[in-house]
Each structure stands twice: as C-alpha cells, then as structure tokens.
T-cell receptor, first 111, second 110 residues
Framework: RKEVEQDPGPFNVPEGATVAFNCTYS??????FFWYRQDCRKEPKLLMS???SGNEDGRFTAQLNRASQYISLLIRDSKLSDSATYLC????????????FGKGTMLLVSP | NAGVTQTPKFRILKIGQSMTLQCTQD?????MYWYRQDPGMGLKLIYY???????DKGEVPNGYNVSRSTTEDFPLRLELAAPSQTSVYFC?????????FGDGTRLSIL
C-alpha cells in the first residue's frame, strides 16, 4: 500500500459544482495532515490543515477519519480559479521534519 | 516578504556538467528540504536538513549532494549531470508549521 494514495484524476466539473477528493494514508501513527494546492508549473502552496474535528475555510471543508486512515477535501461552488492539482500531505511524526506527499488529483473547472 | 528564494529559475546542462542550485530562506526556519518533481508525478524528497550542519538523505539522494552551513542557505549540488536528473526542483523550509516552497528550478540535461 502506498504511503499516501489519492483519487486518480482529472476531475472535470462545471462552475458551481461541488467536488470531493479522497486520500488514504498507510501510517496509522501519522500526526498531522494537510491539503496543498499546486497550479500548473508552480510550487505547491498550503491550502489548509486538516484537524480531527474537521474544519472549514470558506468553500473548502476538510475531514479526517483516523480509524479509517482517510482524509477528504470538499469544494463547494467551484470556481474556474479552483482548477489546480490538490495534494494530500501527511506528517508521519510529531514534529515537521518530513512530510509525505500524495501524487495529487487534478481538478478542471469549466465554464 | 521573500520567503524561500531559488536560483536559477531555468537551466540547461550538458551531460557530465556540474552545477549548484541555490536556496535561501528568510523565515529563520530550522528545517529545509529539496524535492524533485517529474512530469505528472508527485514530489520526491532528495535531501533535508533539520538545522545548520545537519543533513539527511531523503527518498532519492543518489547523484546529489547538499550542505547546510547557515540557517538561511541550503544549496543542492549535481556533480555529474545525467538525463535522468531532468526535472523541476523545489526547495522548501519549515519550522513549527507546514512547509513553504520556493518557486522552483526547471533543469534540463541534454
């Protein structure tokens, strides 16, 4: 089983749609979790952290299920500018010494 | 508000040449990282450092070397460039927070 596994893409959705990305991780001792966004030919940028209780930031909602080792990202009311690759990222330790990145899921939002 | 700065942004090398990719950060982060990203693939960790004078291998260290003489700088050295090292290289830094990335160096070896 890969350390961090994401839905294969691309996801093609119309503007205004709701889209969900899923991610599973293999290390049950993983401590913290993040979603990064990467635009084409650009660097990854932190989108949001994922907390055990779930968290929301505007149109974005992240959920964590430790028992199932599963993380999700929900995007409501998709915008053209949401088109990017979304990376699921897991920190296997209590510090931030290394992070494990998933390969990413590409989202294409069309008019 | 510089954050993580990488130079150069683009470079073409011939097989067997050497070069150093520069990375500097102004956030006083202890941790610094080098990743490579091949087309359509995820990030792979090459080397990382948890502080000045300390470096550790990541997933794909072969063909690369690093040094960390100061908190700010973490250069990546390619000694004998090979076509398999054609990639986009990202430097990142982090402290008590997730990593911040530089905008990358696109390296082609022909």
């Amino acid at each position: 089983r890969k350390e961090v596994e994401q839905d294969p893409g691309p996801f093609n959705v119309p503007e205004g749609a709701t889209v969900a990305f899923n991610c599973t991780y293999s290390n049950s001792a993983s401590q913290s979790f993040f979603w990064y966004r990467q635009d084409c030919r650009k660097e990854p940028k932190l989108l949001m952290s994922v907390y055990s209780s779930g968290n929301e930031d505007g149109r974005f909602t992240a959920q964590l299920n430790r028992a199932s080792q599963y993380i999700s990202l929900l995007i409501r009311d998709s915008k053209l500018s949401d088109s990017a690759t979304y990376l699921c990222v897991v920190n296997p330790t209590s510090g931030y010494s290394t992070l494990t990145f998933g390969k990413g899921t590409m989202l294409l939002v069309s008019p | 508000n510089a954050g993580v700065t990488q130079t150069p942004k683009f470079r073409i090398l011939k097989i067997g040449q050497s070069m150093t990719l520069q990375c500097t950060q102004d956030m006083n982060h202890n941790y610094m990282y080098w990743y490579r990203q091949d087309p359509g693939m995820g990030l792979k960790l090459i080397y990382y450092s948890v502080g000045a004078g300390i470096t550790d291998k990541g997933e794909v260290p072969n063909g690369y070397n690093v040094s960390r003489s100061t908190t700010e700088d973490f250069p990546l050295r390619l000694e004998l460039a090979a076509p398999s090292q054609t990639s986009v290289y990202f430097c990142a830094s982090g402290g008590n927070q997730p990593q911040h990335f530089g905008d990358g160096t696109r390296l082609s070896i022909l």
